[in-house]
C-alpha cells in the first residue's frame, strides 16, 4: 500500500476534496443520455463511449431502455451501482433532486451542464441554484457548473463534454469558465499538436472554481503548466491562496477577458479613478505570481518559453543577427515591452573582433552580416553567451543566397546546449525556415516565427521572474520599521463617523498622516477671510489658501485654491473672492472655512500621488504615480495589493515612467526613494490597521534628495467592524505569534512563523534527523527535500496554514538553527485542520515537541477550528504518547492498520493546553 506523508509530501489542500471523483472516476452516469444527434445530450454520450473510458459508463433517462447500445435506467435510485462522477443534462427544474438522490447514493462529483441557474439574474434561477448547492452539501457531493462545457481528462480517457474534438494527451492544464473558448481553443491546439492533462469549463462556478482548480492542480504530477482564462473571480482570498500555492510549483499562465471595461462605480477620488478594475486583476495575478497574457496564441507560447529556459536573472538581452533589420525590430520590440538591451563588456568586443568581419557592428545588436557561416555563428554565440552583462541570446537568422539557414541553425542546437545563457532563436521566412525551426525544436530549444515574438518570449520570462520575487515577500501585519500613534487615529475616525461624515476635514486627513510618521506640511483652519489674513500673519508669507468643504473633494477644478499669496491682506482678499466664486458655482455646497498653509518651497521636487482604495474583491489596494492636479490627465501609475514591505514599495515604484525621473539625470540628483518606498509601507500599514478607511489620497507629495512631505491629503471612511485585516486578499505576516520561550533545556528560543528565507534552515534541520526520524515524519525514507517540497514547507499562505518553528537564539550564524517545527492546514471552512510535527534528532527529550503542539493548538483555537487531526505510525510510540498527553483521541485507520489516526476536539480541550 502506498501511504500519504501527514502533510506536505502528496500536499492538497481540503478545497480539492472529493475532486478525484471529477477527473478520475471509475464509474460515471450520464443523465440525459440521447441518442439523437445533434443534440446535447447525444454529442455527450458520444465523446463519453467513444473517449475509451475505463469503466462503466451508465446512462439514464426515462425517455429509452437503450442509449448507444447500452442498457439505460429511469433514474438514479435505479442504477445498479454508485456512481463515482455524474453528468447532468437535463431540465434546470430536475437538477436538484437529482443532485440529492446522487448524494444519497454517494455519488462524491458531478458536472452539471444545463443552463438556466439565473446568469441573468432570473430569481427563479438562482433559487434553483441554491436548491442544487443545499442538496449538495451534507454529501459533499462536488459541482462543475452549471452552464458549462464539461470536463476533460485525457490520461483518464475522460471526455465529459459536448466538444466537437477530443483533447489529445499532454502536460497542459486549461481552464475557463467559457464553453466557446474551450472549442476554440482545441481547435487552435490540435492544429500545432498541442497536449493536455486536463481541460475543465467551470461555466457559473457554483461550487467548483478556480481556487479549488488550481489547489488541485498544483500537485497533479501530470500537469506541467496551468493555462487559466477568466473572465472574474469568485472567492478572491482563496484564489489568491490557491495561486500562490501553484505558482511556486508550476507556471501558472492567465488570460483575463474584459480588460477595456469600465469601472461599475464612478470614482471619488483620484485613486479611485486611476484604478480601474481590470488594472486590479493584474496587480492581483503579478503579487500571486502568475504570469498575464494576453491571446490565446501567447498563452500556449509563454507556457512553452518557460518549460524550454531557465529562470533568467534579469531583463538585459544579448542579440545577435545575420541581419541589421531584423536586429533593429528586435531591439525596437525590447525597448516598447521594458527590456533592455545589454551593454557588452569591453572583453567580449575585442573577442568577437576576432572571429567577426572587420565590418561588423561592433555593439549589440552584433550583426554578424549577411554570409554568416556556421562557425560563425557558432563562434559569435559561444563568446556572447559568456558576457555576464548578458541575461539571455535572442539569435535572429534572415534566408540568403550566400548560407543555409538549416547549417546555421544546426551550429546553434550544437551550442544551445552549452550554458550560462538562455538562448532564444528566430529563423525568419517559411520553406526556408522550416528545417531550422524542426532543428530547434527535436534540440528543445525555444523559436518563434518573428524577432518580435522571440523578445515577448524573453519577456514573459523577464516578468515572470519578477512576479516571482514578489510572490516571496511576506509583509508582517505590523511593522517594525516605524511606531505609528494609532490612538488619535482612532479618535478622529470615530468622531467623523459619530458626526456621519464620510470624508475626513484636511486637517484631520493630515493629522492621520502624522500619526503615521509621514511628514506633512502644517494646515491651519479658518472660518472667514479675516482669520485667514490672521493665520498668514502668524505663520508668514507665502502661503496657500484652500477651501474647506465637505462637498468638495478636487478643490482646484473649482477655483477652491489659491497660491503664493505674499500678504495677510492679499490672502484675506482671495479667500473672500474664492468664497464667492464658489457660492455662485455650487450654492448648495456646505463651506466651513478655509486651509491656510505655508508654501513648500522645494524647487527639484517630484510632485507624486500615493493613494489607497478599497476593491470589491481583492481588498485595499495601494497606488503610486506621477501627482498633481493632471495625474489622471498623465495616467502614469501603479497598483500592489496591501500589505507591503519596503522590497514591494519599491517594486510598486519601479512600474512607473515618473521612477526614471526619481533615479536622477542630468545634474539632478536622486531622490530619496527609501523615503518614498517607506511613505507607502506606512500608508499600507494604515489601511491594514484601519478597516474603516475606504479611500486616501496623498496629492501631492513631494519628494526630493532631502526627502519628502504630504503637501494635500484626504481619507473617506465608512463604518467598520471585525478583524482589519479579514478585508485584505493576503493575509499578512503574523508577526503577533512571534515570542521568546525558555524551556527545560535551559536554553533561549526564539519561536515565529516561517518565512520563505528560512528554506536553508529547514534543510539544516532536515539534515540533523536521524533517518528512522524522516521516515516517521514522511513515512518514507527520504534522502533529500525536493524544491518542491522545501518550497511547500516554507512559503505559506497564512490564510489557511501555519508553521511555527523553533530556533535556538544562542546559536552562532546568520542562518537561524532551527531544533522543531509544527504546522497545520486547515480546510476551506476553517472547520478541521491537519497537523505535523518534527523534533530535530539531538533535542528530543527537552519538552520541544510538547512546547509546539500547546502553541499551534492554541492558534488553531483562536482561529476557530474545530478540531485537528494527524496521521502517526503504530510504531511512533513516543508520538502517540504525546498526543495521549494532549487529549486526541486514537483510532486505527481502517485502511491501513500501520497508521493510527489521531484527533482533537478543541472546543474540549483545557484552556492550559
Known sequence: MRRKSPLFSDYGPMSVRNLEYLFKPRSIALIGASDKPGSVGGVLTHNLMSGGFNGPIIPVTPAHAVVAGIAAFRDVDSLPQAPELAVIATPPPTVPGLIAALGRRGTKAAVVITAGFGEGGDAAGVSLRQAMLDAAKPHLLRIVGPNCLGVMAPAHRLNATFAHLDAPRGDLAFVAQSGAIITAMLDWAAARGIGFSHVVSLGDMSDVDFGDMLDYLASDPRTRAILLYIEGVTAPRKFMSAARVAARTKPVLVVKAGRRREGARAARSHTGALAGSDAVYDTAFRRAGMLRVYELDELFDAAETLALCDPVAGDRLAILSNGGGLAVMATDSLVEAGGRLAELKPETIAALDHVLPHTWSHGNPIDIIGDASPQRYRDAIAIARRDTNTDALLVLNAPTALASPAEAARAVTEEGRVKPRNLLTSWVGESTADEARRLFAAAGMPTYATPSEAVRGFMHLVRHRRNQELLL????????????????????????????????TAAESKEVLQAYRIPV??????????????????????????ILSPDITHKSDVGGVALDLRTPEAASAEAGLMLARIRQALPNARIEGFTVEPMVVRRDAYELILGMTEDAQFGPIILFGHGGTAAEIIDDKALALAPLNLALARALMARTRVNRL??????????????????????????????????????????????????????????????????????????????????????????????PEDAPAIVALFRHLEPEDVRMRFFAPLTELSPTLLARLTQLDYDREMALLLYDVAAEGSTPEIVGVVRIAADPDNDQAEFAVVVRSDRKGHGIGYFLMTRIIAYARGRGIRSLRGDVLRENRLMLELCRDL??????????????????DLAAVSAHV
Do not use: H
Open 473 to 504: 515577500q511576506v509583509p508582517a501585519a505590523a511593522a517594525d520599521d516605524f511606531a505609528p500613534d494609532r490612538d488619535p487615529v482612532r479618535r478622529l475616525i470615530d468622531l467623523a463617523l459619530t458626526q456621519k461624515r464620510l470624508w475626513l
Open 662 to 755: 526619481l533615479q536622477g539625470y542630468r545634474n539632478q540628483p536622486p531622490a530619496a526613494l527609501d523615503a518614498i518606498g517607506m511613505t507607502l509601507v506606512k500608508l499600507s500599514q494604515l489601511v491594514v490597521d484601519f478597516a474603516e478607511i475606504a479611500e486616501l489620497d496623498i496629492n501631492p507629495l513631494l519628494a526630493d534628495a532631502k526627502g519628502v512631505i504630504a503637501i494635500d491629503a484626504r481619507i473617506l471612511v465608512k463604518p467598520a467592524s471585525g478583524d482589519p485585516a479579514a478585508r485584505l486578499a493576503i493575509r499578512p505576516y503574523p508577526s503577533n505569534l512571534v515570542e521568546r520561550v525558555a524551556l527545560s533545556d535551559g536554553r533561549a528560543y526564539q519561536l515565529r512563523p516561517i518565512r
Open 887 to 904: 487529549g486526541f483521541a486514537l483510532c486505527p485507520l481502517p485502511e491501513d492498520a500501520e497508521i493510527v489516526r489521531v484527533t482533537l
Open 521 to 546: 506640511v502644517v494646515t491651519r483652519t479658518a472660518k472667514n477671510p479675516d482669520e485667514v489674513g490672521a493665520i498668514v500673519r502668524a505663520l508668514g508669507a507665502p502661503c496657500a489658501v484652500k
